[in-house]
């Protein structure tokens, strides 16, 4: 085993010298690249970097010892525009690979670390390729586009024993651990009702626009991989794609994993035994969506109950925040969300349990990969924030609310067998077909 590999695995003693602030130029990169042997450098390819996969190669290359040594998109736009952006800030992309097709950057060896910030529908089989290619890797949140992908991912991971961290960084915030710890001492009393939500008045559809030649530049049957085929339209491409079910989720799946997240590692919760949703096209109804626009979901647990309640184009959320969650218990209910997390106590409770404002303290995005990076010069994957298992379970969970909706039923999860009581919803919703040749790998 080379020197630069035992290293990757191995090593557990972290570099030397203070982290770098996130809006230092990328020039400050290259002179900590230099104080790093090259044989101990960490090579990182980026697939989709359009998006948070390109927040997510920010945040890496704010590490030491990282080589951006690939990109990858679809979009020849999109690359142009990122290089262009490197080079404002006096990056060296000479020696950067592009490629418009994920498995050519798999297939170069010299690449340790595969970051993948494409649309949800592809982060099934770009992550388990990855880990069959010995790539360890971060994938972007929702980790599958279903049920069936997340099992498949959990297994992929298994059996190649890949470090894999999923972009729920909300888990690696400081505030967030600290409102949890605060949470596990009891004081609130017994927690009958969680409260998740999500007011997002800055998310809007496109509108309705007729199908369109493709752009120059894009090769969209990439784009459309495992979906349907269908002509492309302007209203249905990058940052819209996660209003259609071909690729997505909606807010549910967009902003639920994150949230959902919290409610579940508060209670100490994994899988509920009723769903029940309601919801639709109430904000626009004449724009390009099919995933609901306003959405309540109710989940039941053995001993509390969850409401999941989303709506776009609004922002007056509950306790005056546009997302949270809220712990309500007898004494006094716990709120939490990324700006900071309070302790609102019960008027009538005996026990005086009010806390103050703790606002955010860190940079969760910086901090997840962080982790990341640490957890694989260490290889002690027990010390990583969000595992593909730990992402499943909320993803899971987060399916669960869209498929009641898209049935128009409530259903029940049996815990035995980890499927749906009903076989015709399992039959309907537990696994995506896949089209144009592509397939989910079975293990």
């Known amino acids: 085993m080379s020197s630069r590999r035992k290293f990757i695995q191995q090593s557990s003693v972290s570099l030397a010298g203070t982290l770098l602030a996130s809006s230092l130029p990328y020039a400050s990169f290259a002179s900590f690249l230099k104080k790093v042997a090259p044989s101990d450098q960490l090579n990182v390819g980026v697939i989709g970097v359009n998006g948070m996969g390109w927040t997510d190669t920010n945040a890496i290359l704010q590490q030491q010892g990282i080589n951006l040594a690939a990109i990858c998109d679809i979009d020849e736009n999109v690359i142009a525009r990122r290089l262009k952006e490197l080079s404002d800030k006096k990056f060296n992309t000479s020696k950067i690979k592009i490629y418009s097709d994920y498995r050519q950057l798999l297939a170069n060896h010299d690449i340790d670390i595969v970051i993948i910030g494409t649309p949800d529908h592809w982060h099934a089989l770009q992550m388990i390729d990855a880990c069959s290619a010995g790539k360890h890797v971060y994938v972007e949140k929702p980790c599958g586009n279903s049920i069936g992908e997340c099992n498949a991912m959990i297994a992929a991971q298994?059996?190649?024993?890949?470090?894999?961290?999923?972009?729920?960084?909300?888990?690696?915030?400081?505030?967030?651990?600290?409102?949890?710890?605060?949470?596990?001492?009891?004081?609130?009393?017994?927690?009958?009702?969680?409260k998740v939500w999500c007011y997002q008045g800055w998310m809007k559809p496109k509108p309705i626009v007729p199908d369109s030649p493709v752009p120059k530049g894009?090769?969209?049957?990439?784009?459309?991989?495992?979906?349907?085929?269908?002509?492309?339209?302007s209203s249905r491409f990058h940052f819209d794609f996660r209003w259609f079910w071909d690729y997505a989720g909606g807010l549910m799946?967009?902003?639920?994993?994150?949230l959902l997240d919290y409610a579940l590692l508060g209670m100490k919760a994994n899988y509920p035994t009723t769903i029940a949703a309601l919801g639709g096209k109430f904000a626009y109804p004449n724009l390009a969506e099919e995933t609901p626009d306003t959405l309540t979901a109710l989940y039941e647990f053995d001993h509390f109950n969850l409401m999941w309640?989303?709506?776009?184009?609004?922002?007056?959320g509950f306790y005056g925040r546009d997302h949270g969650i809220a712990f309500i218990g007898n004494n006094?209910?716990?709120?939490l969300n990324r700006a900071g997390w309070e302790v609102i106590?019960?008027?009538?409770?005996?026990?005086?349990?009010?806390?103050?404002?703790?606002?955010?303290?860190?940079?969760?995005?910086?901090?997840?990969?962080?982790?990341?990076?640490?957890?694989?010069?260490?290889?002690?994957?027990d010390k990583l924030h969000c595992s593909i298992k730990d992402a499943s379970l909320v993803a899971t969970v987060a399916q669960m609310g869209n498929i009641s909706y898209r049935s128009s039923q409530r259903?029940?999860?049996?815990?035995?067998?980890?499927?749906?009581?009903?076989?015709?919803?399992?039959?309907?919703?537990?696994?995506?077909k896949y089209y144009n040749g592509y397939q989910l790998p079975k293990f």
């Open 158 to 194: 298994e059996k190649y024993q890949s470090i894999v961290q999923v972009g729920q960084w909300q888990r690696s915030q400081q505030h967030f651990k600290n409102a949890i710890n605060f949470l596990d001492t009891g004081e609130l009393g017994n927690i009958r009702t969680v």
């Open 218 to 233: 894009v090769d969209y049957e990439k784009w459309l991989g495992p979906a349907p085929m269908r002509n492309f339209n």
């Open 253 to 258: 799946t967009d902003w639920g994993v994150h």
């Open 309 to 316: 309640d989303h709506a776009m184009g609004i922002d007056n």
């Open 332 to 335: 006094a209910t716990l709120i």
């Open 345 to 381: 106590e019960e008027k009538q409770s005996i026990q005086k349990v009010a806390k103050p404002l703790e606002k955010v303290m860190d940079d969760g995005v910086y901090m997840h990969m962080k982790n990341f990076v640490d957890v694989i010069r260490s290889n002690k994957k």
């Open 411 to 432: 259903i029940s999860w049996d815990k035995a067998i980890n499927e749906f009581t009903d076989t015709t919803i399992n039959q309907q919703y537990f696994t995506k």
